[in-house]
């Protein structure tokens, strides 16, 4: 079993639909959630962060996580054309400082 | 200068060449790490500098990788007798704590095909 587990998708959501992008992780020590966007041929863009259970927000996004259930998620509102990407789920650990990648869920919106 | 780094952006090795991959973090950075990511995966960690220290390379997957950051700066990532299965994008990160993730920076990667 993977550490961190992700849809592989694709998801094509239609523009201005939410997007809801899931993710499971193993390590129950985990303490640190990320969200990354990634672009085909680029580098992972961090788009949010969230540390305790709950929700957290940010413009068009919202991360939510449950560490009783190992779940975080990313919502996105209103998704736009422009947010077509591989979203990439990551965790740190303990007094691990590097993240561990989910192996991401590739998100198309559809004009 | 302003981001993460990395030269050469794209590689293409024979079999069994030796590469080296360069990484020049953002000034002041005392992180640095080292990830490979492989088609249609997310990036797996390879090895993490704190200034000069490398202390942690639990991720390299052999020994046919190597790292050095001798200076606490400037990194490389040496592959010898490099094989199909190091085909991959080699992405370079660097932080200006000692933790990750909300300040870490990813640089655009090195592109590395073996054939």
């Known amino acids: 079993q993977k550490e961190v587990e992700q849809n592989s998708g694709p998801l094509s959501v239609p523009e201005g639909a939410i997007a809801s992008l899931n993710c499971t992780y193993s390590?129950?020590?985990?303490?640190?959630f990320f969200w990354y966007r990634q672009y085909s041929g680029k580098s992972p863009e961090l788009i949010m962060f969230i540390y305790s259970n709950g929700d957290k927000e940010d413009g068009r996004f919202t991360a939510q996580l449950n560490k009783a259930s190992q779940y975080v998620s990313l919502l996105i509102r209103d998704s736009q054309p422009s947010d077509s990407a591989t979203y990439l789920c990551?965790?740190?650990?303990?007094?691990?400082?590097?993240?561990?990648f989910g192996s991401g869920t590739q998100l198309t919106v559809l004009p | 200068g302003a981001g993460v780094s990395q030269s050469p952006r794209y590689k293409v090795a024979k079999r069994g060449q030796d590469v080296a991959l360069r990484c020049d973090p953002i000034?002041?950075?005392?992180?640095l790490f080292w990830y490979q990511q492989a088609l249609g995966q997310g990036p797996e960690f390879l090895t993490y500098f704190q200034n000069e220290a490398q202390l942690d390379k639990s991720g390299l997957p052999s020994d046919r990788f190597f790292a050095e950051r001798p200076e606490g700066s400037v990194s490389t990532l040496k592959i010898q007798r490099t094989q199909q299965e190091d085909s991959a994008v080699y992405l370079c990160?660097?932080?200006?704590?000692?933790?990750?993730?909300?300040?870490?920076?990813f640089g655009e990667g090195s592109w590395l095909t073996v054939v």
């Open positions: 990160a660097s932080s200006n704590r000692d933790n990750s993730g909300n300040t870490i920076y």
């Open positions: 990551a965790v740190t650990s303990g007094s691990a400082r590097q993240l561990t």
């Open positions: 000034s002041g950075h005392v992180s």
């Open positions: 390590d129950r020590g985990s303490q640190s």
